[in-house]
């Protein structure tokens, strides 16, 4: 399974527009290869580099129950229209929020799980709860990374 963007290339900067401060939506994406045993998909969005100036790993975006056929999350994409439910991020939203390092350039990980079963996970949960859920039900992974500086 593989996970990738057309907006910027694994490891480069992303653009601006994708930023919490600038217009806060979310890079469109491309699964490709997901496994025949997937039953739903995964998708969350971190900061390693904020443990630092954080105190944390910061949590941009949770994404569960994405159907393993979908190939394409469109930039600025509404999980209404579809079977998806989205988690709260750090800055306490339901939703995706930017990239918005405080100190300097910050990497970002993308992070696309491949689930044998569907979660049964409410709307505005953790990553904590996300992560107990996920727990002995992933069954591939796939990261993608991209850089950004204030």
């Known amino acids: 399974m593989e996970l990738s963007s057309p907006a910027f290339r694994d490891g480069d900067p992303i653009p601006r527009q994708y930023g919490y401060t600038e217009e806060n939506v979310n890079p469109p994406l491309e699964i490709t290869d997901a496994p025949t045993e997937a039953a739903s998909l995964v998708l969350v969005v971190d900061d390693p580099d904020a443990l630092e100036p954080a105190g944390k ?58 689930l044998d079963d569907e979660l049964e996970v409410p709307a505005g949960a953790t990553l904590e709860d996300l992560e107990r859920a996920m727990e002995g039900h992933v069954v591939e992974e796939a990261t993608y990374e991209g850089t950004y500086a204030p």
Do not use: M, Q
């Not at 600025?76 to 350039?105: F, I, K, R």
């Open 57 to 114: 790993v910061w949590r941009h975006w949770l994404v569960w129950n994405v159907n393993p056929t979908r190939k394409r999350i469109p930039e600025d994409w509404s999980t209404e229209t579809a079977t998806a439910v989205e988690g709260e991020n750090d800055y306490g939203e339901v939703g995706y929020g930017g990239p918005n390092p405080p100190d300097g350039e910050h990497t970002y990980r993308f992070r696309l799980f491949a």
